[in-house]
Nanobody, 120 residues
Framework: QVQLVESGGGLVQAGGSLRLSCSASEQTSYAMGWVRQAPGKEREFVAAINWRESTYYADSVKGRFTISRDNAKNTVYLQMNSLKPEDTAVYYC????????????????WGQGTQVTVSS
């Protein structure tokens, strides 16, 4: 059972940056990713990365967000630049066998979420 713990959320002004981290309890070859959910909205895929460091991004964050992973530290990162108020949401880390599963909204493992608030 892989446990995921997120950190790095907070309050930032529009145009600013934040870096989220997600640490896994054990080394895993799973694809890992991030989804977000804003109040009153459905959960939205953000980005994912597999063991070989292939990546996939939602169109809404492409060019602004960068996902990366450090397999030696069992950690995945989400660097968020040029943040917009519409990026405000709870961000969840997740993991499963493939990026495709994560893109489709399925995931075997989930973190508890971290709040990101972008003020205008």
């Amino acid at each position: 059972q892989v446990q995921l713990v997120e950190s790095g959320g907070g309050l930032v002004q529009a145009g600013g940056s934040l870096r989220l981290s997600c640490s896994a309890s054990e080394q895993t070859s799973y694809a890992m990713g991030w989804v977000r959910q804003a109040p009153g909205k459905e959960r939205e895929f953000v980005a994912a990365i597999n063991w070989r460091e292939s990546t996939y991004y939602a169109d809404s964050v492409k060019g602004r967000f960068t996902i990366s992973r450090d397999n030696a530290k069992n950690t995945v990162y989400l660097q968020m630049n040029s943040l917009k108020p519409e990026d405000t949401a709870v961000y969840y880390c997740n993991a499963d066998a493939t990026i495709l599963i994560l893109r489709r909204g399925g995931s075997r493992y989930w973190g508890q979420g971290t709040q990101v608030t972008v003020s205008s």
